[in-house]
C-alpha cells in the first residue's frame, strides 16, 4: 500500500469537510516550510488547527509565529518533555519535569511543574491537552489558570480557570517566569541529534 503525502492527506481533509459539512480542519507534525506551502500555496479551505511537539526546551516559536498570524489554532501534544524519552543526550531522565528552573518556579508559587507547564502554555496561547492516566493528575491539569498582562479568555478576573463545573486554582506566572521560561527553548537542541 502506497503512503499519502501530506498534500494528499489535507486535499482528502478538504472533501470530506465539503462533503459532511465538517466545521474546521486542521493538520499536525508540519514544520514551518511546510505549514509554509499548504497555507500561502495549496489550502482551498481555512486551515483551523496545528498540532505540534511544544515544550519548555522546544517551543516552536516560528511556527506558532506563523499560526498567530494566519488565524491558526496551536496545539501542543508532549508538553511535559515525554518527546525527550529516547534521547541520549537526556540519559533518560525528562528535562522538563526536573528542570532546575522549572522546578523553582513550581516551588515559588507552591505548585508543580506540569501546573506551570500547564499555565505557560496559557499564557502563550496554545492549546494543549495534556495526557494522563492518573485521577489526581487530570485534575491537576484543570486546575490551572495562568495570569499576566492582558489576561487569558479561558479565565476570569480572579485569575481561575473558567470552565463550567470545575475549580481552578490560579497559578500566577509572573513575567520573569515566563522569561526564564522562554530562556530554555533549544538550550537542548533536539532529541534526535
Not at 506540569?114 to 495534556?130: D, G, H, R, T, Y
Request: aromatic share 6%.
Amino acid at each position: 500500500q502506497e503512503a499519502v503525502s501530506w498534500l494528499d492527506g489535507w486535499r482528502h481533509l478538504e472533501i470530506l469537510r465539503d462533503e459532511f459539512d465538517i466545521p474546521h480542519i486542521g493538520v499536525s507534525n508540519l514544520d514551518i516550510n511546510q505549514l509554509e506551502e499548504l497555507v500561502l500555496h495549496h489550502a482551498n479551505r481555512k486551515v483551523a488547527v496545528l498540532q505540534n511537539w511544544m515544550d519548555p526546551f522546544h517551543q516552536d516559536v516560528q511556527v506558532r509565529r506563523f499560526c498567530a498570524d494566519h488565524d491558526i489554532v496551536y496545539m501542543a501534544y508532549s508538553s511535559f518533555g515525554t518527546q525527550w524519552s529516547h534521547s541520549r543526550r537526556t540519559n533518560g531522565r525528562n528535562p522538563v519535569m526536573t528542570s532546575r528552573v522549572l522546578l523553582d518556579i513550581a516551588s515559588r508559587h507552591n505548585t508543580t511543574v506540569a501546573q506551570v507547564v500547564l499555565s505557560w502554555l496559557a499564557a502563550e496561547n496554545v492549546v494543549s491537552i495534556p495526557r494522563s492516566s492518573s485521577i489526581r493528575h487530570l485534575e491537576e491539569n484543570f486546575n490551572i489558570c495562568s495570569v499576566t498582562e492582558g489576561g487569558n479568555a479561558l479565565c476570569n478576573r480572579e485569575g481561575t480557570l473558567h470552565l463550567p463545573g470545575l475549580m481552578g486554582l490560579t497559578v500566577s506566572l509572573s513575567e520573569r517566569d515566563l522569561s526564564q521560561i522562554r530562556a530554555l527553548d533549544n538550550s537542548l537542541g533536539s532529541p534526535w541529534d
